[in-house]
């Protein structure tokens, strides 16, 4: 008869994409209770720097103003809940950035650096490099990494659901249920940005608690 011994074994389950193990507690207040918002709050919002104005370019009626080397930061003030979107009527005039538990969700739509001409594009950053859930399609959407409206408004949705980032740009998923480098669990932030003489307009048309159903079901214009 032969006796077999089982021991108990160490699994590494960040090489699972499961989990990153350096990924650290954001230091953010807990968060505040968030009503359902139609206009734009004022008193929740805090201007860190650039113009708070409407812009001339655009009848929305928000705006935000960056001068020539520095950048126009629309931060908001308290931490929010889990569960919620902020769907607003956007235009801009080439260059922005939400951060969203610090995942950066930029678009630069043209620029140069040592003389080199680069067309621009999406860049997202900060999300957590060892978790696979993610989904980024505006690469393979029409129009590429490149897809960008100067023209007219478009609307932007941002869900905060179950922890997860999704970002929607004129109806193309940019970013859907990626989880940031930090743990923002016990509250999340949210700002919007510009730069270098660019500006950025909006109007809020709604923002407040959401859930997962609630989120738009993209669909690729392949299929």
């Known amino acids: 008869m032969r006796i077999y011994h089982i021991s108990p074994i160490s699994i590494d389950i960040t090489k699972f994409g499961l989990m990153d193990p350096k990924r650290k507690m954001a230091e953010v207040p807990s968060a505040v209770p968030l009503n359902a918002q139609k206009g734009f709050d004022t008193s929740k919002w805090q201007v860190e720097s650039g113009i708070f104005a409407p812009v001339t370019e655009s009848d929305l ?23 919620v979107n902020l769907k607003l009527r956007f235009r801009h005039s080439g260059k922005f950035k939400f951060s969203i538990d610090g995942i950066e969700i930029s ?25 696979y859930q993610d989904r980024c399609d505006v ?41 940031p480098a930090v743990n923002y669990e016990k509250g999340h932030a949210l700002s919007l940005e510009t730069k270098d003489n660019n500006w950025i307009a909006f109007e809020q048309l709604y923002f407040g608690p959401c859930q997962e159903s609630q989120m738009p079901r993209w669909i690729h214009p392949i299929r």
């Open 61 to 83: 009626p928000c705006g935000l103003t960056a001068s020539d080397k520095n950048n126009a930061v629309l931060r908001y003030k308290e931490s929010l809940p889990n569960n």
């Open 139 to 179: 690469s393979t959407a029409s129009g590429g990494r490149n897809y960008i409206v100067l023209d007219r408004p478009v609307d932007v949705d941002i869900y905060i659901i179950n922890n997860r980032i999704s970002f929607f740009y004129d109806g193309i998923r940019v970013l859907q249920y990626a989880l």
């Open 107 to 131: 678009y630069n739509y043209r620029y140069t650096t040592g003389g080199i001409y680069h067309a621009g594009g999406w860049v997202i950053e900060n999300v957590d490099r060892y978790d």
